[in-house]
């Protein structure tokens, strides 16, 4: 058959493993069913049992060079075109629906797909966005429609009392992954046509991409021709081309491998589903789409982007199978890599909203957001990121929850899970704190306070690293009455003025930022004058 027969100066993918014989020159164009001869056959009981027009049993007689139609031999093949069989309508089966897609029968209005129902010639079928559909033919032919794409049904129908059929679809916009006559019944045919070209397949697996202008096909089994502006090309398993309108078809170039996907997570908690994969030489666009099982019947969600990783926003818990492929920078798509893997997202992780990454308490409060729900949280302390070893695992009704033994300085970690009823959700992202703790009270009790010419002078260790002290001196011990006040860097202290007497000096530590610790306060006396000095003075007139 050739594709001029359409009026398409495209492309025309036949399958190589079975080439039609040639045609007697009256039926050159007609595409044919082979009848396999068996023993009792004669042509005119063949003709009422299969022609459209029994008495076109002679036709038959002429184009395979019978001599006798009484006598026939069994085994041999009987060539009978198309056009001369019964032909009966073989409806499409509807095997899965994901997410929206439409169906308009001849005359009608458009309507939501069901699975289960049969879609007859003449069908419109339009997917939309994150949607697929997917068709079982009369032959066993599985065709995925992608979403955003636009399906006619020009023929779906079955010859010869279903010994062959014929299926004619018009793939007007998107993506199909087409699995043709996998039973390999002969005389079978699938066609495809596109804006731009004409797939013609018979028990091959391949994919088939519309655009306006141009039309990209992949094989992966089998081998197909294709024919385009006068030229043919063979594009075995593991390559494809691609053929833009009025031109031939380009050289076939293998298509990329499978992205590795060994290092991918069995098993997802958190949403949205990610997928980070290592990079693959030559790939400019990443495919992926999940279904519930490996026969990707049902494609439930599906994703492109042009580096990975690929996020997904939202399953139900449950076991996936996720399938991805890159795509070259010709658009044809390489190989397949399959993964399982499951979501155990649910019932969501709370929130974690207190305290932040520095904690100054001693017995820090962890707070966390409700989760409509969750009956109970599951919270869990450790001092490493793993929680390997957690410090605590404690089950709570409250939405907070504080140590009640003091924290060692140093790093933490923690993390929530929702609970409902035995179902424990997983954990939050671990949150980090440090429990750096204020600046202790300084010790000034060791210390002697010297009073001296209306000032008080005193030498305190020198402070801490990054730290300073802060000094008052007041009369009472309240320090209502400030008589004083200043810091200082290395310990030593001069104030001025102070009476000799009775006062009180407080002093605390101080970080840069101003964290302060705790004010320690010190009564201090001033020692009473020595008598010394007049003793000698009055010594010499004491005397006899």
């Not at 007689?61 to 309508?89: C, E, F, H, M």
């Not at 995925?144 to 007007?172: E, F, K």
Request: neutral net charge.
């Amino acid at each position: 058959m050739k594709c001029a027969r359409y009026g398409l100066a495209a492309l025309c993918l036949l399958a190589a493993a079975s080439p039609a014989p040639a045609a007697a020159p009256d039926d050159a164009t007609l595409p044919e069913w082979r009848y396999t001869l068996r023993p009792g056959d004669t042509l005119i009981g063949l003709a009422q049992r299969y022609l459209a027009r029994p008495s076109d049993w002679h036709r038959v007689q002429r184009l395979n060079s019978i001599a006798d139609p009484y006598r026939l031999v069994p085994g041999s093949s009987l060539r009978i075109p198309l056009a001369w069989l019964k032909q009966t309508p073989a409806p499409a089966v509807v095997v899965a629906v994901s997410g929206r897609a439409t169906a308009t029968p001849p005359g009608e209005t458009a309507r939501a797909v069901r699975v289960g129902e049969s879609l007859y010639a003449g069908t419109q079928v339009i997917s939309a966005s994150d949607s697929s559909i997917t068709l079982r033919f009369a032959d066993g032919s599985v065709l995925i429609l992608r979403s955003n794409a636009q399906l006619a049904l020009d023929t779906v129908s079955v010859y010869a009392g279903g010994g062959m059929a014929d299926t004619r679809l018009r793939l007007q916009q998107g993506r199909a992954e087409v699995g043709a006559n996998p039973r390999r019944a002969p005389g079978s045919r699938l066609q495809i046509i596109t804006p731009s070209a004409v797939a013609a397949v018979r028990g091959t697996r391949f994919r088939i991409g519309a655009e306006a202008r141009v039309t990209r096909e992949e094989t992966l089994g089998g081998a197909v021709t294709l024919d385009a502006a006068s030229r043919s090309v063979t594009v075995d398993a593991g390559w494809g081309t691609w053929v833009e309108q009025g031109r031939p078809p380009q050289p076939p170039v293998a298509l990329l491998p499978a992205p590795d996907v060994s290092g991918l997570p069995a098993r997802l908690d958190v949403l949205p589903l990610t997928f980070t994969l290592p990079p693959l030489p030559g790939a400019v666009r990443w495919i992926g789409q999940i279904a519930p099982d490996a026969r990707f019947e049902q494609v439930l969600l599906e994703k492109e982007s042009d580096a990975p990783p690929l996020y997904f926003a939202d399953l139900p818990d449950g076991d996936y199978v996720l399938r991805v492929r890159v795509a070259d920078a010709q658009g044809l798509q390489g190989y397949d890599a399959v993964h399982a893997f499951t979501v155990d997202a649910r019932p969501f992780p709370p929130l974690p909203t207190g305290p932040g990454m520095r904690v100054r308490q001693t017995m820090p409060v962890l707070k966390w957001s409700a989760v409509v729900g969750s009956d109970a949280y599951r919270l869990q302390l450790a001092r490493t990121a793993d929680f390997a070893a957690p410090l605590v695992d404690v089950r709570s009704t409250a939405i907070q929850w504080q140590p009640q033994q003091p924290l060692d300085p140093g790093a933490y970690y923690w993390r929530v899970a929702s609970v409902a009823g035995d179902d424990v959700g997983p954990f939050s992202t671990p949150q980090r704190f440090v429990f750096d703790p204020l600046p202790g009270a300084p010790v000034i009790n060791d210390v002697a306070p010297v009073f001296a010419d209306g000032a008080l002078t005193i030498a305190l260790p020198p402070p801490p690293p990054g730290l300073r002290y802060e000094l008052q001196v007041s009369s009472d011990a309240e320090r209502t009455r400030i008589l004083w006040q200043g810091e200082s860097h290395d310990g030593a202290m001069r104030a001025a003025p102070v009476a000799a007497g009775s006062v009180y000096l407080a002093a605390r530590l101080v970080e840069v930022d101003g964290t302060a610790g705790p004010f320690v306060v010190r009564r201090l006396d001033a020692p009473p004058p020595a008598r010394w000095p007049l003793l000698l003075f009055l010594l010499p007139f004491l005397l006899p």
